[in-house]
């Protein structure tokens, strides 16, 4: 069967010749990026650094190598003014007077990889500022809803691609003999039900009344307030459980605790819960703190945290009804 290459999709979705460029220019990074994880070992890319990155995790090295894949091909593609990373403190400039910012985490999950558990690369792309704006931090605290693209790589068993620019989720896979993505998937869909969650049960203790509630309703299934049997699975890899939840179904969640309350959540607002959580609100399901749609939030600071809870929405909503109840 003959599949249509991503650049090809991309030109019979988009107009705008520069946002093909940035996208491609992604993809491209991607391919890199799935060559030197497939190298693992063999190619002396694994392990930890010295190094702490913002966040004040301990870098791997291939988080080092994915973010400078990504600052590489992005400036050279000439239609990015400027890009953020998790791994960096501060925004990097690139062509200085072009249409986009791209913000990513360029190796989302990566303790994961020394033991050989999917990984992912996630990218959001918003609209850039005049030229003699670049350096105001402002530019970069846009709502998620003005996203003008969105999307990850997982690296699994497979490579894929999974990108909307706001006209539905389209799943690309690379194919290893060419090293080109080409269109396997259109219009993912999250089905408004579902019986299968998403979260790290180890924190259940810190977790606030309205998830502890939620969570033991589940857990007590048919014999429960839910009616029915739920299934677990988590992976601590967002994209593979974001994949997962685009493929099949769910809900995922990472809420607060009260060991972070302080830093007001584990994962990251700009590039980790906005592009999942337009993507998944694209595919039909919903993003939400618990108080209200994170897509909808005025973003304080880059590296902002905030708690997430994303898919299915008819679990979304009742999520939130719980919250309300106990607000
Ligand atoms: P925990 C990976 O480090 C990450 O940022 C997300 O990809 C993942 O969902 C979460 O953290 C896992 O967190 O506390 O279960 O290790």
Redesign the pocket.
């Known amino acids: 069967m003959k599949h249509t290459g991503l650049s090809v999709f991309l030109q019979q979705q988009i107009e705008d010749q520069s946002l093909i460029r940035v996208l491609e220019a992604l993809a491209r990074s991607c391919v890199r990026i799935s060559t030197s994880l497939r190298q693992g070992a063999l190619a002396d890319v694994l392990g930890a650094l010295e190094s702490e990155n913002v966040q004040g995790e301990t870098q791997k090295k291939l988080d080092v190598l994915s973010n400078d894949v990504l600052l590489h091909e992005l400036a050279a593609c000439g239609a990015v003014a400027a890009m953020a990373s998790e791994e960096m403190e501060d925004p990097v400039l690139a062509a200085g007077k072009a249409p986009y910012l791209v913000v990513f985490d360029p190796l ?4 994961n990889i020394d033991v050989n558990v999917s990984v992912g690369t996630i990218f959001s792309v918003l609209l850039a500022p005049k030229a003699n704006e670049l350096t105001d931090p402002g530019i970069w605290l846009q709502p998620g809803r003005t996203q003008v693209a969105a999307g990850y790589a997982i690296y699994g068993p497979s490579t894929q691609l999974i990108l909307s620019v706001g006209q539905g989720v389209h799943q690309f896979s690379l194919d290893p003999l060419t090293s080109q993505f080409v269109l396997t998937q259109e219009r993912m869909h999250v089905p408004e039900a579902t019986a299968e969650f998403a979260i ?1 049960m180890s ?1 259940q203790r810190f977790w606030e009344r309205p998830v502890q509630q939620y969570v033991t309703e589940l857990l007590q299934g048919k014999e429960g307030p839910r009616a029915k049997n739920y299934n677990m699975r ?6 593979a ?1 974001v994949h997962r939840i685009l493929t099949r179904g769910g809900v995922f969640l ?1 809420p607060l605790d009260e060991r972070i309350l302080s830093q007001g959540g ?2 990251r607002l700009m590039y ?1 819960a906005n592009p999942m959580g337009w993507l998944v609100e694209q595919a039909g399901g919903r993003v939400s703190t618990g108080h209200g749609c994170i897509l909808d939030l005025r973003p304080e600071k880059l590296h902002q945290r905030v708690p997430v809870m994303l898919g299915a929405a008819e679990e979304v909503r009742y999520l939130e009804a719980l919250h309300k109840a106990q607000a």
Not at 108 to 111: N, Q
């Open positions: 989302d999950g990566s303790s790290n924190n988590w992976v601590a890899s967002m994209v459980d990472y584990k994962l980790e």
